[in-house]
């Protein structure tokens, strides 16, 4: 499958390794340093729309940050087809990684720097509403930022869903959707969003990323749903609201912070928020205590359990080994270690290295890989002595820009070339074998605790094909494929010793929802929960290790 286009006079052929993303609207590819997005359904509407912004010289005025459109693509029949832009810097987060408690835990984002990152964004925004620009999809997906030592600074995507000129914002993801325009069945049909609207949405950003839960959150018994909260105005503050304990303290904001919250997510107030209250001072400067990882031991019920390891840090990965035994990667600041457990508790452990935040790992066998973060490297180790021992280096593919690699008990899974391949350590030496085709920088997969099993799927331009490998058999899983305008956000595999669990986070006209299909080991989808018992599993949560009856939990890849 080939698309060949036009950009600027000059013939540009793609391929499916070039490909970034492929979304409800369109399908985005890396072509050196710009980035090409393909309407999956090119109308005029869309085509009067980009020239307006490029001929009436919004775009050469946009602010920096702003990766809009610099030129039209066609087709070979000089149809417009879409648009280049600026490519996201690699290594850059989506918005939403501040409102997660874990990457806060693991990362430990300065206060300062996530504060001056939303002075940013308040006067980028200020600035396209006074070029007569509304964002109206301002979301936490579409907002990212490129973390350096020093600085945050954030990067603005989607820019050709902006409302100006007179055309309409279409989309809206709803959770950032002012409630005032919740009644509007098509956003699409003329402009309704303001610039007020894009404050709403800005505060919600700000709430999010500060406190880790929406304006909206925690529970409350009468009304249940966000919709029914936003529409009652019930917010966080509310005194009936279950506060989440997963969230930052409501204490980490000023009054003057909380009022603001009052007055917009309860009271109903439109203005744009004070750009002083963005200040330092407005804000706790006590530590967050740092959280304690645990390890629980195997119980008979879920409510019962017993402590076996507690760090002051993070808990990295864990894996059971071919032997049974638990082994966990830790870290306490920079240092890196290896914990090996037991029943009892701890037996011992193992210092590895120092780093930053970010590093992934698999174990096989007694055999460590470690991925540094942004790399394509696998160090693999020889970690069943008293001291870790290098046996080789080597090189994985890219998905999205994370390395591609998983390990079962036994095994190593990376991709090399077009190849899945499979490793382990013989007479002291890596060696592998190539066990199924991949496709560059469009595959990806998960390994499974329990058999020599990888499922995972390949991504060719808008088609997600879902595959599975087992006891030496390749099968293909037959799930549907995605409906015309949805987006797969996340995906997630889960597996117990019979079965597994497909999850996928899809995005439709604002909407967020999560499709979930079984299969066996041969591929073949079943419509309820396997009856065959599945056996105790390990698994963990914001740094908390549980041994439990195995349940389909899906761990957000």
């Not at 119980?299 to 032997?323: D, R």
């Not at 070339?417 to 890596?430: A, D, E, H, P």
């Not at 065959?532 to 549980?546: A, C, D, I, Q």
Request: glycine share 8%; charged share 15%.
């Amino acid at each position: 499958m080939i698309k060949n286009i036009v950009i600027n006079k000059q013939k540009i052929t793609l391929d499916p390794a070039q490909l970034i993303q492929s979304g409800g609207e369109g399908m985005v590819f890396g072509v050196g340093d710009t980035a090409v997005k393909l309407y999956h359904q090119p109308t005029t509407q869309r085509t009067a729309k980009l020239r307006c912004l490029l001929d009436s010289g919004l775009a050469a005025q946009m602010p920096e940050g702003i990766l809009g459109p610099t030129a039209l693509v066609m087709n070979q029949d000089g149809r417009v087809v879409g648009f280049q832009m600026p490519r996201l810097p690699a290594g850059s987060l989506p918005l939403k990684k501040l409102s997660n408690p874990h990457f806060w835990q693991k990362n430990k984002p300065p206060l300062t720097a996530i504060l001056d990152l939303f002075q940013q964004i308040h006067a980028t925004l200020a600035r396209l509403h006074q070029l007569g620009i509304v964002v109206g999809d301002l979301n936490d997906h579409n907002l990212y930022f490129t973390p350096h030592a020093s600085r945050f600074t954030p990067l603005w995507i989607d820019v050709d869903s902006y409302q100006f000129g007179g055309y309409p914002c279409p989309v809206a993801l709803q959770s950032f959707l002012d409630p005032a325009l919740y009644g509007v069945a098509d956003l699409g049909k003329r402009p309704y969003f303001t610039p007020l609207t894009d404050w709403y949405a800005f505060t919600v950003l700000l709430v999010k990323s500060l406190l880790q839960v929406h304006p909206y959150g925690g529970a409350h018994k009468q009304y249940k749903s966000l919709l029914a909260r936003a529409k009652a105005g019930v917010s966080v503050l509310d005194t009936a609201v279950t506060y989440p304990q997963s969230a930052r303290p409501l204490n980490t904001l000023s009054d003057e912070v909380r009022h603001q919250i009052h007055l917009i997510f309860e009271q109903g107030q439109r203005h744009p928020f004070p750009v002083q209250l963005l200040a330092s001072q407005h804000f706790s400067h006590q530590p967050v205590s740092a959280p304690t990882s645990s390890l629980q031991s195997p119980v008979s019920n879920l409510q019962s359990s017993k402590l076996l390891l507690a760090v002051n840090g993070v808990i990295e990965h864990v894996a059971i080994t071919a032997h049974g035994r638990i082994w966990a990667i830790v870290r306490e600041e920079a240092d890196y270690r290896l914990v090996r457990l037991g029943v009892g508790g701890k037996l011992d452990e193992m210092a590895l290295f120092k780093g930053q935040p970010g590093y992934r790992f698999g174990i096989f066998d007694h055999y460590l890989a470690i991925n540094p973060p942004q790399g394509r490297q696998l160090l693999i180790l020889d970690i069943g002595g008293r001291q870790p021992q290098k046996v080789t280096m080597i090189e994985t593919a890219l998905f999205r820009e994370t390395a591609v690699f998983a390990a079962t008990s036994q095994h190593l899974y990376r991709i090399a070339g077009t190849w899945i391949m499979r490793g382990s350590v013989q007479n002291g030496l890596y060696v592998e074998d190539a066990i199924a085709t991949a496709h560059r920088n469009q595959t990806c997969f998960w390994a499974s605790p329990h058999t020599e099993t990888l499922a995972g799927y390949h991504r060719i331009f808008d088609e997600n094909r879902f595959f599975l490998i087992h006891d030496g058999g390749s099968y293909d899983i037959p799930i549907p494929p995605l409906a015309q305008g949805e987006s797969l956000v996340e995906t997630a595999v889960t597996f117990t010793s019979h079965a597994l669990a497909i999850q996928l986070g899809i995005r439709h006209k604002g909407q967020m929802r999560t499709d979930t299909y079984l299969a066996d080991l041969n591929g073949q989808l079943r419509a309820n929960t396997p009856t065959l018992p599945p056996p105790n599993v390990l698994f963990h949560s914001e740094g908390m290790l549980h041994w439990e009856p195995a349940q389909l939990t899906f761990i957000p890849h």
